[in-house]
T-cell receptor
Framework: AQSVSQHNHHVILSEAASLELGCNYSYGGTVNLFWYVQYPGQHLQLLLKYFSGDPLVKGIKGFEAEFIKSKFSFNLRKPSVQWSDTAEYFCAVRRNTGFQKLVFGTGTRLLVSP | EAGVAQSPRYKIIEKRQSVAFWCNPISGHATLYWYQQILGQGPKLLIQFQNNGVVDDSQLPKDRFSAERLKGVDSTLKIQPAKLEDSAVYLC???????????????FGNGTRLTVT
């Protein structure tokens, strides 16, 4: 069965620190990859997505993610976090063949201290 | 554009009672999803509708959960009877086309937080 792993469940950073959140998936076929963010009290929002082309994807608010096919990874990065980045981040994977269900990871809760 | 609307925001019930959640997707969105998010876990797809037909309900506990999408617009999700392990946030999402294609991302509602005591 397809699974999505986010190994960092909780991350605490100071403002201006660099961020990297890990995401690995188990499916071997062609996939589409997403990062969603949920700010406190708000709904899930799409941060960025990868479908094809340049494996380095840029999203909103200075976030980027790199798809490394050989490592089945899609790690999220931001060079300098802000207090407003405090949120829960979810990686999600969708198979590009067959029934295309979106499968989410368990999430990483990020706390940025001012 | 108006977002995905869900109600109620919070619900507390005792086990063995029944409960219903309502979702109004973004206007014109053909695909509607119900996800269950248990504390500490990522959202899990319960059921997906394409217009008013069910596309996938493989993870819906059909002995107690039911969902419908009459007329291909609003949807309700019902639990009867509820169990303690049903405590979770129930998220509704919609997309213009099917299943998160490039030009058809999922838009989520704020969810309904259910507590079963």
């Amino acid at each position: 069965a397809q699974s999505v792993s986010q190994h960092n469940h909780h991350v605490i950073l100071s403002e201006a620190a660099s961020l990297e959140l890990g995401c690995n998936y188990s499916y071997g076929g062609t996939v589409n990859l997403f990062w969603y963010v949920q700010y406190p009290g708000q709904h899930l929002q799409l941060l960025l997505k990868y479908f094809s082309g340049d494996p380095l994807v840029k999203g909103i608010k200075g976030f980027e993610a790199e798809f490394i096919k050989s490592k089945f990874s899609f790690n999220l990065r931001k060079p300098s976090v802000q207090w407003s980045d405090t949120a829960e981040y979810f990686c999600a994977v969708r198979r590009n063949t067959g029934f295309q269900k979106l499968v989410f990871g368990t999430g990483t809760r990020l706390l940025v201290s001012p | 554009e108006a977002g995905v609307a869900q109600s109620p925001r919070y619900k507390i019930i005792e086990k063995r009672q029944s409960v219903a959640f309502w979702c109004n997707p973004i206007s014109g969105h053909a695909t509607l999803y119900w996800y269950q998010q248990i504390l500490g876990q990522g959202p899990k797809l319960l059921i997906q509708f394409q217009n008013n037909g069910v596309v996938d309900d493989s993870q819906l506990p059909k002995d107690r959960f039911s969902a419908e999408r009459l007329k291909g617009v609003d949807s309700t999700l019902k639990i009867q009877p509820a169990k303690l392990e049903d405590s979770a946030v129930y998220l509704c999402a919609s997309s213009l086309g099917r299943a998160a294609t490039y030009n058809s991302p999922l838009h989520f509602g704020n969810g309904t937080r259910l507590t079963v005591t």
